[in-house]
């Protein structure tokens, strides 16, 4: 097993590969430069797998990187999930380019997720000696639209999960103590339109419904169907309505995000959801959306890959934690499977979606390490 002085030696490779990926930016919304950015990691990849690209016509193109030079090419594969798209828009780069301290290292997606990236594909031997013997088959996505809920996505990682034994996310653990993640709450969004009558309101008030009041009800309402004690939020975090003071308001809508740590807790929001009904007579209130990112929930398959993961970074001088948080993943379709999903095993850092994006240099070669041992023994 390789250990943490062997990953040192391929430090200045690592930070080289970063600094070039932050360089290519890559909104998620972008198109041409989530292509440019993919151009870029298919030829990387293609140096120790077999790369496949899926064109994607809504947005930047997928990856799918297969590696069979393994110990056991016989065993099911197991899948690495990362992608390549950021929240940050075209020429941040150029305000905050990419940035190394001592002990740091800054800039735009860097740590969410590009420096995970490089550490995948380090763990793969793409930079040679000293690599990993890797146990079995591997399987890399390389998607360029997480940040906006993998709306393309999604069927390519369900359906190559299901082929696999478990499931890597290289996503960042979690701050500041840098724990994997096991559990994350699922989430939804929905939108709430509320029709009403329109008339005047100095003049014939009367002959009005206003959408406004009844919103205020359903307001009420939706935020009766959290339940704090089970970790379920709700929050109508947008809302809107009328024409002009002097107009009895015909229409009103709100936005409401959820999140929830059970399938359960899912099912029971929707549901809750769709059955809002009118209080003030004469209004129409429709409803849409739903809980689109199912919870990964804490499994006896994902401690056991967890303990695994514990077990391999003790002996590599490593202490490992569990943890969860409240948002989601592409970790969170797979776990919804079955399949065993261990989450959080990127680069340590700070600053996600944030100017302070940073990575921790020698967490970086820390958890390389750890993840060269996962390929290795697990």
Not at 199 to 211: D, L, M, Q, Y
Request: some cysteine; charged content about 20%; overall charge negative.
């Amino acid at each position: 097993m390789l250990t943490c002085t062997d990953i040192a030696a391929h430090e200045s490779a690592m930070l080289n590969l970063i600094a070039r990926l932050v360089h290519l930016e890559s909104p998620s919304t972008d198109k041409v430069l989530l292509d440019v950015c993919a151009d870029e990691l298919a030829d990387l990849f293609a140096r120790i797998g077999t790369v496949e690209r899926i064109a994607n016509p809504a947005g930047g193109d997928h990856l799918r990187v297969t590696v069979t030079d393994v110990a056991d090419p016989s065993l099911p594969p197991a899948l690495v999930l990362c992608h390549y798209d950021t929240v940050w828009p075209a020429g941040t780069i150029s305000q905050r380019p990419f940035t190394l301290t001592d002990d740091r290292a800054f800039g735009p997606g860097v740590y969410d997720m590009k420096a995970s990236i490089a550490m995948v594909y380090t763990a793969l031997g793409g930079f040679g000696h000293p690599a990993p013997r890797l146990r079995r088959p591997v399987i890399v996505l390389l998607t360029s639209d997480e940040e906006i809920g993998s709306p393309t996505s999604r069927k390519l990682i369900e359906a190559t999960a299901q082929q696999s034994a478990h499931v890597l996310v290289i996503e960042p653990p979690t701050e500041p103590d840098g724990a994997l993640k096991t559990a994350r709450k699922g989430g939804g969004a929905f939108r709430v339109v509320i029709t009403g009558r329109a008339a005047h309101a100095g003049v014939e008030p009367e002959k009005g419904i206003s959408a406004l009041t009844e919103l205020a009800h359903q307001i009420l309402a939706v935020n009766a169907l959290a339940n704090p004690a089970l970790g379920t939020t709700v929050n109508v975090g947008v809302a809107g309505g009328g024409t002009r003071p002097n107009v009895v308001p015909a229409e009103a809508w709100m936005e409401v995000d959820v999140r929830v740590w059970t399938q359960a807790e899912a099912e029971r929001i929707e549901a809750g959801m769709a059955a809002l009904k009118p209080i003030t007579p004469g209004t129409q209130v429709k409803v849409s959306g739903s809980v689109r990112r199912p919870p990964m929930e804490r499994t006896p398959a994902s401690i056991a890959l967890f303990t695994r993961a514990q077990e391999l970074g003790a002996a590599l001088g490593l202490d490992i934690r569990e943890g969860s948080t409240g948002g989601g993943s592409d970790g969170n379709f797979t776990a919804a499977l079955g399949v065993p999903t261990l989450d959080g095993l990127g680069c340590p850092g700070a600053g996600a979606h944030a100017d302070h994006e940073q990575i921790n240099r020698r967490g970086l070669i820390e958890r390389t390490a750890l993840l060269c041992a996962l390929l290795e023994e697990v």
